[in-house]
C-alpha cells in the first residue's frame, strides 16, 4: 500500500473548506505547524502555537477566517480546524484493511454467525453461537467466546480476547491485548479461605466505543457491566465487575475502577485515577491524573489528590511533617488559646 | 448450552439448606435482591440491604434464620447466605466446558506429557518436556514452555503465556493475558549502560491461585518467584522478580510489587498499591487503595498513604500548602518558644 | 535441554578472572550468598551482604581483590562482580533456543522479508512488506504488522503485537504481551461526542532496548513515538502517543507517560510513576515510586511526590488536616501577627 497523496483541491472539497492557493497542489500528509514539510498540510488548534505560523513551512494550513487573516499562506479555511484535521487524519492512515472473508486458519464454529462482509483473520477463534456482524474486523489470534455479539463495523485489532456472553455494540474499536469479559475478583471467605463466586453476569459495549491495549473489563458478578455509547478508553484500563460507565465518558490509560462503582456521562478520568468500589460519580466530572476516588461524586466539577512533586529532599521534610499534622493543629488551638488568654489578660489590665 | 434451571427443592438439597416454600418453583437464575424476579433466587448477605428484602420479587431468598424470621416469602436457610450464593453461582454458570483431548491445530512438542482428560485448545502450543495433569483447561493460544508444569484440573483461559520452568499447582485458574515467568527486570549499570541480567530462577505457584486477566508475575534471577496457596490475584497485578506471597493473601486489581519484596498470609491489599523491593509484610495486614508500601510492616493491621480527594480548586492550596509545611511546622515552634516567653514573663512581672 | 555445567577454571577464563582454587570444581549454578550450595557460584555486590561471607556455603564466591583478603575459601576474583555475575548469568541460563526457519504454521506474507537465520515461531504472522533481519526470533503467535523492521539478534517472547510501520532497531528484547504501536488515544470533542483522530505516525525503537511483558508504545498521532538505544522498560508500562524517550533511561514497572511527554537520557523511573502529557523531563533524572509529575523538570537530581504510610487511623487524621492545612496556614500567620503585636506592645510598656 503506498502513502496516499492528494490535491489540496481533493481535501478542500471533502471538509468543504475554503480554498485558498492552487487547487492541483500535492499533499502527501499530515504535520503540526513546527515539522510540516513544503508537501504536508498542517492545522492550527491550539492559540498557544499561533507564533509557529509564521515560521511555518506546510503547503498549507488548516485555518478559521480569523486566523487565516493573519497568515499569507495557502490555507483550507473551516469552522473548526482541530475537528477537520480529525477528519483528514483518516484520509492519511495507513492502516491495512483487511479483506472480507474468513481466513483459512481461523477455527470457526459450526452454529457461529458471521457475516459474509467480516473478515476473520489468522488463527482466529470463534466460539459456538457467537455472532459476527457485517463489515467487522476480527484481528488475527482474537478469540471470540460463546453466543458473543460483535456489532456492525467492529474493528479488533490482532489478539484481543472476548470471553463468553459479551454484546459489543456497532463501530467498536478494541486494541491488542485486551480482555472482555474476564472473571470478575469474586470470593468468599470461609475461615480465611478464599470460596470462588462464578461470575455469571455478562458484559455489554455501546455504540462507538473504543477500548485501549491491555485494557480488562470484567464480567459481571450477578448482571452485566455496562460501558456506554461512545465511551473512550485507554490502554491498561481495569474496570471491575458491575461497574457502569456513562455515554461518552473518557478514561486516560492505567485507570482502576473497583467493583460496581458508577460512573456517570461525559466524565473525563486523567490517566491513573483510582476509584474505589460501590460509589457514584455524577455526569460532567473531571478527575485529574492519579487521583484516588474514595467517595462518591455528587456535583460536577474537577476534584484531586495527592501532593504536588517536590525535590526528594524537600519532600522527605514534607512526608515527615505530614504525619505530625494533627499534633500540629492542636497545638495551633492551644496556641490560639492562650494567645487570647494573654491579649485578654492584657486588656484587663490595661483596662484596670 | 441452555441456561440452567432448577428448582427450589434441588437447591435445598445441594444447600443442605432449610427449604421454606414449595419444593417444585422453578428457579432460572441468582440476582441481586433489587433486582431479582419471580423466578430468580436472592441472598441476604449485607445487613445494609435488609431494607430491600420488603420489597424484593425475588422467588426465593438465600437467608439466616433470624432474618428468615422477618420476611413471609419463600427461602433457603443456612448458615451463611453469602457463602451459600458462592456455591450456587456454580450451579448457575454459563462458562463453556472444555472437551478432554488435543486440538488438531495445537502444537505439542513429542516429549510434553498430556492426560488424556485435559483438554488442550486451539492453537495452543506446549513445548518441549512440559507436562498437563488431569483435568487441565488449556485455553486456545496458550503457550506453556519447555519443562513448565501445570497441576491437576487447572483452568488457563485463553491467551496466557506459561514460559519455561514454571511451576503451577492443583486447581489454579488463570484468566486471559496473563504472563508466568517472564524474564525480570535485573540489569547492571556499567557506565551508564544496562548490562542484561539472565533470569535463571522459576516462578512457583501454589494450589487453588487465581489469577486475574494481563497479570504478570515474573521468574526468580536465581531463586524462584513464590506464590503460596490459595492467594488470589486480581487483573494487571504486577509481582516483580523474586516476591514472595503468602497463602491466602488477596490482592485487587492494578497492585505492583517490586523485586525481593516478601508478603505474608492472610494479607488483603487494595487496588493500585505499591510496594518497594526487598521489604517484608507481615501476616494479617490490610493495605487500603493507592498506598504506597515504603518500608516493612511488622505489625498487623490496616496502613494507607495519600491524601483525601478534594475539588480541585481547594486541593490546589492544599497541595501548595504541603510544600510549605516544614516552615510551618518551625514557625509554630518559634510561636509556642515566644509564647511561653511572654506568658512566662508576664507571670515574673505579675509575681514580682 | 539439561542444566550446564561448567568447571570453575572455565568461569574464570571466560571473565578474566583470577582463579583461587582447584580449576577443575564442577559449578551447576548461580545463587546467593545465603542460598548457595557447595556446587553454586555466588558474588557478593551489596556490603549489607558481606555479614554472609562467613557463613557462606558457595563452590566459590566472585569478589573484588579487596573483598577476597578477608576471605578464605574459592573465589573468583574480578573488578566489578556483579558485573561478572550478570555476565556469567547468560551462561547458566536455560531460555530454550529457537531453531532457524518458519515454523510451518506460521502465516508470512508473500512480500515479506525473512532472513534465513532467523526463527519464526508457531502461529506467528507476518504481514506484507515486513522485515525480519538476521538472527532475530519471533516467538509463538506473535504479529509483525505491514511494513514493520525487527533489527538483528531481536527476541520476541511468545505473543507480541507490532502494529504496522513499526521499526525496532538491533538486539531488542520484548516479552509477552507487549503491543507496541497501538493507536494512541487521539479524539476530538465535538459537542460532547469525541470523535476518532487516525494515528498515522509510527514508533521508533533503538537498539539494545527491552520491553516488558504487557507493556503497551502507542505509535505516533503524526510523527513517530521515539524510544532511544539502551531504554529499558519493566511490565505493563504505558507509553502514550509522541513520547520520545533518551537513551539508557530505565523504568520500572506500572509506569505511565502521557502523550508528546520527552524525557532525557539516563533517567531512572521507579514503579508506579504517572507523567501528565507535553512536558520535559531532563537527563539525569531519578522519579520515586508512585510519584505524579505534573511539571517540566530541568534539573538533575530526585524527585518525589505522595504521603509516607501510617497506620490507617492515624493516616485519616493527617488526611483529613491535609484538607484544613489553608486554614491552618492563615490561622499561623494571624497568630503571628497577634504575638508581635503583643510582644512589641509589651517591649513598648517596658521601654516607656
Known sequence: MNAPVYTLGQLAQRLGATLRGPADKVITGL????????????????PQYRKHLASCQA????????DAQSYSGDALIVANPYLAYAELSHAFDRKPVAAAGVHPSAVVAADAQVDSTASIGAFAVIESGASIAAGVTVGAHCVVGARSVIGEGGWLAPRVTIYHDVRIGKAVVIQSGAVLGGEGFGFANEKGVWQKIAQIGGVVIGDNVEIGANTTIDRGALADTLIGNGVKLDNQIMIAHNVQVGD??????C?????????????????????????????????????????SITEPGSYSSGTAMQPAGEWRKSAARIRQLDDMARRLQQLEKQLAAVTSSGNASSDA
Open 255 to 295: 485507570v482502576g475502577i473497583s467493583g460496581s462503582t458508577k460512573i456517570g456521562k461525559n466524565c473525563m478520568i486523567a490517566g491513573g485515577v483510582g476509584m474505589v468500589g460501590h460509589i457514584e460519580v455524577c455526569d460532567g466530572v473531571f478527575v485529574t491524573g492519579m487521583t484516588m476516588v474514595t467517595r
Open 248 to 253: 461518552n465518558t473518557a478514561m486516560a490509560g
Open 31 to 46: 504535520a503540526t505547524l513546527q515539522d510540516a514539510n513544503s508537501q504536508q498540510l498542517s492545522f492550527l488548534a491550539n
Open 59 to 66: 503547503a498549507a494550513v488548516l485555518l478559521t477566517v480569523a
